[in-house]
């Protein structure tokens, strides 16, 4: 369990990973120090182990920058809810996994106490008593995020394994 | 049923006869990765350590180049180690951005290119099906010199019209961006068509590829033609050409058309790229920087276009007009042409080849408050290295018009 740190829509990498930053990219636990201080002054300082973000349309839209998703990870968020994604950041959570969960936000607030059960596609708003459901990962994406990541999945099977 | 570009690519590249939506490994032709992505490309590339084509993988020294501090440097100078140790190719500082060159030396009709770049689907523009990946992707595709995708669904825009003078590709774009939102294309692969499409050259159709990532596609593709015939004959790469388009009976998710011909000068306001106005509805808004450069407008056509309209005039005493060649080769064109002399007779400052004031790391990052009006791609938040400046996005020759005026300008009044 952990609590919803609520989020607008168009969260842009900048934002996630600004690029005044740009020098701590080798640095990813000083770089993870700013996530998102432009978008919440005192997410990166605040935020728990297991705690979740919570957002609206398009998040992590904008640059390839890797470094914005894993920053995210390494400030202990455990999964990543927004209405929609952006297509490279999505799929750079999978890749590091970190699971994103396509679902309906609106009736999540901030400070809410989450939790979360990808197998079945259900988030559990504690606070609020509701049960939202979601539809489940493509299977590729599962099997890469059960592995721990896409290099860890290629190591585990030997190459890609896209079948079963 | 007929296939689309990115439809028929992918099925030639996996050996399957696939469809949107289908999920397959693909065998990717080029891999690339620029400094800001590349450190971390090759942690997670130590774990596989090979390579499946190494003169087919590139390294570019673009974003931070010359590099302005320590940090930076001692990531450049692993990456110029890892490139001579495993014989990969480098571009190092002064060569360029890394889609331009790119375009200009590497990627041909039909290919599959995988760039940790998010504006890698430039290269779309030479009908090849280029996408921006995280690292990780780009690892991947480096050691197995393959990848998994799943195959977008097509939107097709069918262009028709003239543009008025002073209306250039970069306003179409950003008009599309502002008309279907920065969400719009998620997951899809836009094509550009129709006459006007036709009679654009490469290098125009360019600007369109690049931005398409704006709208949230994974691709942006027009169909080879002449003009792609000849743009690559001109890089020397003529026999790398091969016709690809889109057949008759292809299904696409859906069809937007557009007519050009009363198209506006268009500007995206901070700080998102869908916040697209014309060019009248902002006029008089006072710009501290103007800055003409980047992988989407940052070529010898640009440039020319700008050094047309300062000519015998001078920027602004309270506007700064920067301009970053996107390659070395553009640079020494415009050397050689006098583009370059004019734009400095006029007060411009011009910088070595790069991402430039971009990324926000160097050679112009605002101060608090400030306005830039830029021929970049993005405007967010912070985007130019300070989350308290604001960003205004256009054409080249609206940067020209806006470095004369000191405030954002309409360009028709100038050509």
């Not at chain 2, 290119?113 to 690292?135: E, K």
């Not at chain 2, 005039?313 to 020494?332: C, F, G, W």
């Not at chain 2, 064109?333 to 411009?348: H, R």
Request: aromatic residues 6%; charged residues 25%.
């Amino acid at each position: 369990m952990g609590r919803a740190w609520r989020f607008g829509d168009n969260i842009s990498t900048d934002l996630i990973a600004p690029g005044r930053y740009f020098h701590l990219r080798s640095n990813l636990n000083e770089l993870a120090k700013h996530v998102l201080e432009d978008a919440r002054a005192e997410f990166a300082t605040q935020v728990k182990k297991g705690d979740f973000i919570v957002a609206g349309e398009n998040f992590g839209l904008g640059s390839s920058r890797e470094h914005a998703a894993r920053i995210i990870k390494i400030a202990g968020i455990k999964a990543i809810l927004a209405k929609s994604f952006a297509r490279i950041f999505f799929r750079n959570c999978i890749n590091i996994g970190l699971p994103c969960i396509i679902c309906n936000t609106d009736k999540i607030d901030d400070g809410d106490e989450l939790d979360i059960d990808i197998e079945r596609g259900i988030v559990i708003d504690k606070t609020k008593n509701i049960k939202i459901n979601f539809n489940p990962l493509p299977r590729i994406m599962l099997k890469i995020l059960e592995d721990g990541g896409l290099i860890e999945h290629l190591k585990k099977h030997g190459g890609f394994s896209l079948e079963g | 049923m007929g296939k689309t570009i990115v439809e028929k690519i992918l099925s030639d590249k996996s050996g399957r006869d696939l469809k949107a939506g289908d999920i397959a490994l693909v065998k990717v032709d080029l891999c690339y990765v620029q400094d800001g992505t590349g450190p971390l490309t090759f942690v997670q590339w130590e774990k596989l350590k090979k390579v499946a084509n190494p003169q087919k993988t590139i390294i570019f020294i673009d974003h931070a180049s010359p590099s302005p501090r320590k940090e930076l440097s001692n990531d450049h100078a692993t990456l110029r180690k890892i490139a001579r140790r495993y014989n990969l190719i480098l571009s190092d500082v002064g060569e360029g951005v890394c889609h331009q060159v790119a375009a200009e030396s590497f990627i041909s009709p039909g290919e599959v290119v995988v760039g940790a770049d998010s504006h890698t689907c430039m290269g779309g523009a030479l009908s090849a099906f280029a996408t921006g990946m995280g690292s990780t992707d780009v690892a991947v595709a480096i050691a197995y010199g393959k990848n998994w995708f799943r195959v977008p669904e097509t939107i097709k825009f069918e262009v028709e019209g003239e543009f008025n003078d002073g209306v250039f590709s970069k306003d179409l774009i950003l008009h599309i961006i502002g008309k279907i939102g920065s969400n719009g294309a998620t997951y899809k692969a836009m094509e550009f068509s129709g006459e006007t499409i036709e009679n654009m050259e490469v290098e125009d159709r360019m600007v369109l590829t690049n931005m398409s990532v704006e709208a949230g596609a994974k691709t942006g593709v027009v169909a080879s033609d002449e003009k792609t015939r000849k743009y690559l004959k001109k890089q020397g790469r003529g026999k790398s050409y091969r016709e690809i388009k889109s057949d008759e009976d292809a299904k696409f998710h859906t069809t937007i058309k557009i007519d050009v011909s009363s198209l506006s000068p268009m500007v995206a306001l901070p700080h998102h790229v869908d916040n697209v106005k014309p060019v009248e509805e902002c006029k008089g808004v006072k710009i501290d920087q103007v800055f003409v450069g980047t992988c989407t407008n940052g070529r010898i056509g640009d440039l020319k276009i700008v050094a047309e309209i300062l000519k015998g005039e001078r920027v602004n005493r309270d506007t700064r007009l920067i301009v970053t060649p996107a390659s070395r080769k553009v640079y020494l064109q415009a050397l050689k042409e006098g583009t370059i002399e004019t734009l400095i007779e006029a007060g411009a400052v011009v910088t070595s080849p790069g991402c430039g004031a971009c990324v926000g790391v160097h050679s112009g990052v605002l101060a608090d408050g400030e306005r830039c009006l830029s021929t970049q791609n993005r405007n967010f938040k912070g985007r130019m290295g300070n989350p308290n400046s604001f960003i205004f996005l256009a054409s080249p020759a609206t940067a020209a018009a806006t470095a004369i005026e000191g405030k954002i300008a309409d360009p028709r009044e100038y050509i």
